[in-house]
């Protein structure tokens, strides 16, 4: 069950960290996607919430529009700390509301969603020259999809997704991320969706203290013969797996001629292409 607050606040814009945005839109806090690693994590200590992270949701509301003259032609983000599509978007369309306000707006859009929902506001995408929707993907494998991230969009049902935007001249993108040594098979994620996207990015599954033994734990019990490998890496801190990987991928994606950026924190000298 999922505690649902109504929040008022004074903007829904926060000035972005992120490379390449100018600000970022959370129109929720929670996430009822419940992913294992989820990084957003850390908003329970700012929220008070004492529900476990997944088992809230803030539902924020700004009496203010959201100012054009700020955002005319700037780079926004949704969303950093949420999925703009998590399920109760479809009864409150909070993110709905605000695209039609960042349309007006003239702002650059980019979404990052693990739910197939976007597909709803396609009428207004198709009305927002730059926008893009990007989706990420840990695994093609969607037994695991239901272990990692239980209230996620099935595999199939993002492909789907990303077919109908991209044929309706939506540009798209793919977050191979996080990458889970051994379980995730990055290569199949990119024959499965490479018809449908324009560039790919990769990251590793990065622990935090918040999450670490939750998904090492998830391990141990899912896939106790990846056990060794996982403690080499996390708990032995043996970074030589994340660069023969990034240069496998590097490697991989040059010779297939595909757009690719690297975020690994332990490669080094990972280019873009």
């Known amino acids: ?5 109504q929040v008022p606040v004074k903007t829904f814009l926060s000035k972005s960290k992120i490379p390449g945005f100018d600000y970022v839109i959370n129109p929720y806090i929670g996430c009822p996607h419940k992913c294992i690693y989820c990084y957003a994590e850390y908003m329970r200590k700012f929220t008070g919430h004492s529900e476990a992270w997944g088992d809230f949701l803030d539902v924020r509301h700004c009496d203010i529009p959201l100012p054009p003259a700020k955002l005319f032609h700037t780079h926004v983000l949704l969303s950093s700390v949420t999925d703009p599509y998590n399920p109760y978007e479809k009864q409150y369309e909070l993110t709905r509301k605000l695209l039609k306000q960042l349309q007006y707006c003239q702002a650059y859009v980019h979404i990052l969603t693990k739910s197939s929902l976007v597909t709803r506001d396609l009428d207004l995408f198709k009305q927002m020259p730059g926008c893009e929707v990007s989706f990420s993907f840990s695994s093609a494998d969607d037994s695991f999809r239901q272990l990692a991230e239980p209230g996620a ?8 997704a990303l077919r109908e935007l991209s044929s309706q001249g939506i540009q798209t993108g793919v977050m191979v991320a996080p990458i889970f040594p051994g379980l995730t098979d990055w290569k199949e994620i990119i024959l499965r969706t490479r018809e449908y996207t324009q560039h790919y990015n990769f990251d590793s599954l990065n622990m935090r203290p918040a999450y670490r033994q ?10 106790p013969n990846w056990v060794p490998l996982y403690t080499d890496i996390f708990i032995h801190e043996n970074t030589s797996y994340w660069q023969r990987l990034a240069d496998e991928i590097s490697t991989y994606c040059q010779q297939e001629n595909i757009p690719a950026d690297l975020y690994f924190k332990t490669a080094v000298a990972t280019p873009n292409f």
Not at 153 to 160: A, P, R
């Open 214 to 223: 939750k998904v090492l734990s998830f391990v141990a019990q899912h896939y």
């Open 1 to 5: 069950m999922i505690a649902i607050s």
């Open 153 to 160: 969009s099935s595999v199939e049902e993002k492909i789907n």
